[in-house]
């Protein structure tokens, strides 16, 4: 097997293209995000209900999940490079196409196919990452990819808000449009050919779980905590407006000190994953259900709700990385299909606490939508401890990187 610490790239090519990677990840989840901005002017331009309109999300999310491992299987021979090329291209002309549609039908048509090329990038963009870099700085690789996330939080939802104030919700997403033509310019300069290594078919895919032990306790974990965490999250803002009195305003700021939170997480992790890939999960974890008691007990206030959401923020980033890397860990031959299954894993999952947070909500209030959120993240944690002997073996720094490379 050789080693990509003699990496046939110069170090600066080879960080450019985890950049390009990381700008990827940014355009694909704010393509995702951006109606939850722009519903109210999309339903009124097409002439729709809001909740009609979200399907726009809900679709998208659907087939980012459910279609990913076969996608991923059926592709498992086309060079990496050439794949998020055509990935982007879709994107792009996804984002174009939905812009200048004139009726509602076609706009779910597109987000559809747009969601298909979503969930395959999740599945191969941070293993092209890792395998840019000498194996020593995979992980450190893989934390910059990830940083898009927070970036997206960060930067791309409120951009794309303010963007669509100034002009129209099309304008916008003729603006993302281009940009997702110059991240695709970007990939095409900086990133040199990646053969797939880990030809698997789908039948192979779904079956990986079944033989492989530490893969199916990570993907029972992702399902767990990803439930707790989006089915709260998804209602923090009327949590907070309900608890604490929060102006519009300020749930701004203080998702934006999640979103900031969140990318200090990944570059925490980033080092600490190295250290103890298990330890750094079990604190992520702990954190996740210490903020969501905090926002219990202390967010009725503006300095509970910050340090509650800035604690929720870090947390997440560390658990986000750490289960990529987990993945990694319980079948590195394997890892895109992991990633696939991964991949269907968490974004079902984030439907599927939303649609439990919103029943809980709609029937309890949304105070007991945290609680949910706090339960299902504390079983994710208990899992975790109770199963050192399959989990805690040492992971070392190349198999933080996919093999055969």
């Known amino acids: 097997m050789t080693t990509h610490d003699r990496h046939p790239h ?53 087939s ?36 200048i549609s004139p009726n509602y039908p076609l706009v779910l048509a597109t987000r559809l196919i747009m969601g298909f090329a979503n969930g395959v990038f999740w599945a191969i963009g941070v293993s092209m990452a890792m395998r840019l870099v000498p194996e020593r700085h995979a992980s450190r690789a893989a934390a910059v990819a990830m940083s898009g996330i927070s970036i997206a939080a960060v930067v791309g939802m409120p951009l794309g808000t303010a963007l669509e104030s100034l002009t129209d919700w099309r304008t916008t997403l003729l603006i993302w449009a281009g940009l997702g033509a110059l991240v695709l310019f970007a990939v095409v300069a900086t990133i040199p050919s990646l053969p797939s290594t880990n030809a698997v078919s789908a039948r192979e895919v779904f079956g990986l779980p079944l033989k492989n032990v530490p893969l199916r306790l990570v993907l029972f974990t992702v399902v767990l905590f990803v439930l707790g965490h989006f089915g709260a999250y998804t209602f923090v803002r009327p ?108 974004n079902t999952s984030i439907a599927l606490g939303a649609l439990f947070g919103g029943l809980l909500a709609d029937h309890l209030g949304v105070t007991s939508v945290v609680w949910f959120g706090l339960a299902l993240t504390a079983a994710a944690l208990l899992l975790t401890l109770g199963t050192r002997r399959k989990t805690a073996r040492t992971v070392p720094d190349d198999a933080l990187a996919p093999a055969g490379m």
């Not at 995702?32 to 979200?54: N, Y």
């Not at 009195?245 to 080092?271: D, E, K, Q, R, W």
């Not at 210490?290 to 300095?303: E, I």
């Not at 986000?320 to 319980?330: D, G, H, I, V, W």
Request: aromatic share 8%; net charge positive; proline share 3%.
């Open 10 to 62: 110069s170090t600066l090519r080879s960080w450019l293209g985890v950049s390009a990677i990381t700008a990827s990840l940014f355009v694909f989840l704010t393509t995702e995000l951006m109606p939850v901005g722009l519903l109210t002017p999309i339903s009124t331009s097409l002439s729709i209900s809001v909740g009609i309109a979200g399907l726009m999300v809900t679709l998208y999310g659907v």
């Open 64 to 99: 980012a999940g459910l279609g990913v491992p076969f996608i991923v299987a059926w592709t498992r021979r086309v060079n990496r490079r050439v794949l998020l090329t055509t990935l982007l291209a879709i994107l792009t002309l996804g984002n174009l196409i939905t812009a």
């Open 239 to 346: 949590f907070l407006e309900q608890s604490a009195s929060a102006t519009p305003l300020f749930i701004t700021v203080l998702l934006v000190l999640y979103g900031a939170g969140g990318a200090a997480g990944n570059f925490i992790a980033g080092y600490t994953v190295n250290k103890s890939l298990r330890g750094s999960f079990i604190a992520g974890l702990a954190g996740l259900v210490v903020s969501l008691l905090l926002l219990l007990t202390v967010g009725h206030g503006p300095a509970g709700s910050i340090i509650s959401l800035i604690l929720w923020g870090v947390s997440f980033g560390v658990v986000q990385l750490c289960q990529l890397n987990m993945t990694q860990a319980a079948a590195p031959d394997t890892f895109e299909a992991a990633m696939s299954l991964n991949t269907m894993a968490y």
